[in-house]
Nanobody
Framework: QVQVAESGGDLVQPGGSLRLSCVAS??????MAWYRQAPGKQRELVAS???????KYADSVKGRFTISRDNAKDTIYLQMISLKPEDTAVYYC???????????WGQGTQVTVSS
């Protein structure tokens, strides 16, 4: 059974830090990514990472967010620093099969940046 589960969302003050985790289990996954969706906005790609740890970032988070991966634990992380109110959103994890075209979403974790 495939499971994708995020954790780590919280309320944090502007300038603060937070680390999100996503565990994807049940199958072998290739590319994994973090997306986010703010109220009234479309879901957007935040960062992605492949099994070789090649990463990509949205321009809005470069230099502040770091995506990393532990293949042995089927887990990716998103370390976020210098958080801004505009980072407030539900953050979703996406995991794509290593062999095949299907991908899976987690249920999301809420990040709120506010004083």
């Amino acid at each position: 059974q495939v499971q994708v589960a995020e954790s780590g969302g919280d309320l944090v003050q502007p300038g603060g830090s937070l680390r999100l985790s996503c565990v994807a289990s049940g199958l072998l996954f290739g590319d994994m990514a973090w997306y986010r969706q703010a109220p009234g906005k479309q879901r957007e790609l935040v960062a992605s990472i492949d099994r070789d740890a090649t990463t990509k970032y949205a321009d809005s988070v470069k230099g502040r967010f770091t995506i990393s991966r532990d293949n042995a634990k089927d887990t990716i992380y998103l370390q976020m620093i210098s958080l801004k109110p505009e980072d407030t959103a539900v953050y979703y994890c996406n995991a794509a099969l290593l062999f095949g075209s299907q991908n899976y979403w987690g249920q999301g974790t809420q990040v709120t940046v506010s004083s």
